[in-house]
């Protein structure tokens, strides 16, 4: 994280920022059929001031900041969304959104296509993920997607509570739009440190039933998890589906309601050994994909 840490070493300024310009023409190149519009913002990177300025916190004291800047990034897409659909009337039944450092796949398969970085696959949507994507949203404009359904955020790659702000998904648009909202602007602080105060929250048993699990688990009080504390205050649920590995059988194309047990936090129809087994055929498809490139 940028800024001071809880030691009160210094730390040096954070490196200047990478022009924006190539991944722009490169995203326009490839959409160049379906794009409306791209747009690039003058930014600057916060001086020591801005850094010392915000409040440690969590398990790693980090430095609030950084998600702060990350959700105004969200809640501008979000508005080019509500700007575009009001222009032309397009109607956008499904919102999915991901941080752009995903990389090429090509280069490092396993380890999300990022040279050097510990980031993974399994934590942005899947090919399972956008099959659950479209048939959710197919069931909404059929008008046959249950109500409970409507109101869920769907963090990739489920189930981790780790690195959830990589990529999150809900169909129809609102919970995705309410709990971004719940952290832009003015708002971060009432969601983050008032009443109770977020870190409370995940830390209490409560936290635990929020989000489905077992009474003894605790979400981690790291920067990202504060998507959860986002979610209570926008009366969001956070969803259950199971969306990772590939999407070649019936049952991933099929889902509409969540493979977890209620309580147990394991997938229906199998505990871990199911998982494993999963998480396995996934990394040997990943390494079959990577010699039909060869």
């Known amino acids: 994280s940028l800024g001071p840490q809880s030691d009160g070493k210094a730390q040096r300024e954070p490196p200047p920022a990478t022009p924006s310009q190539p991944c722009v023409d490169a995203i326009q190149r490839v959409l160049s059929d379906s794009l ?15 850094l010392a300025a915000e409040r440690p916190w969590g398990t790693a004291r980090e430095n609030m900041l950084n998600m702060r800047a990350q959700m105004e990034g969200v809640a501008r897409g979000l508005e080019l969304v509500r ?21 090429d ?13 510990k980031i993974r696959n399994d934590v942005f949507i ?30 990739c790659g489920h189930p981790h509570f780790l690195k959830t702000d990589f990529c999150q998904w809900s169909v129809p648009p609102e ?18 440190y008032g009443g109770d105060g977020c870190a409370a929250f995940l830390n209490s048993s409560g936290g635990a039933e929020f989000v489905h699990m077992r009474p003894s688990f605790r979400i981690p009080v790291f920067s990202e998890s504060v998507l959860f504390c986002a979610m209570r205050a926008a ?19 099929k889902v509409l309601r969540p493979l977890h047990g209620s309580k147990t936090g394991r997938p229906a129809g199998g505990g871990r050994g199911a998982g494993a087994a999963r998480a396995a055929a996934e990394r040997r498809a990943a390494k079959d994909r990577l010699a039909a490139l060869a």
């Not at 259950?240 to 194309?253: I, P, Y």
Request: net charge positive; glycine share 8%; charged share 25%.
């Open 105 to 117: 796949p090509t280069d490092h398969p396993i380890n999300g296509g990022i040279k050097g970085t």
């Open 83 to 103: 700007r575009h659909s009001a222009a032309t009337g397009v109607r956008y039944d499904a919102l999915v959104r991901f941080r752009a450092d995903y990389g």
């Open 235 to 253: 009366g969001v649920t956070p969803s259950d589906l199971v969306d990772f590995g590939e999407c070649h059988c019936k049952r991933h194309c």
């Open 126 to 155: 899947s090919r399972a993920g956008w099959c659950a994507v479209r048939k959710r949203a197919l069931a909404l404009t059929e008008g046959t997607l249950p109500q409970d359904l409507r109101n869920e955020f769907v963090t």
């Open 175 to 192: 919970p995705l739009t309410r709990t971004v909202h719940m952290l832009h602007g003015d708002a971060f602080e009432r969601t983050i």
């Open 36 to 50: 409306a519009a791209v747009s690039v913002e003058a930014q600057t990177s916060p001086n020591r001031s801005q």
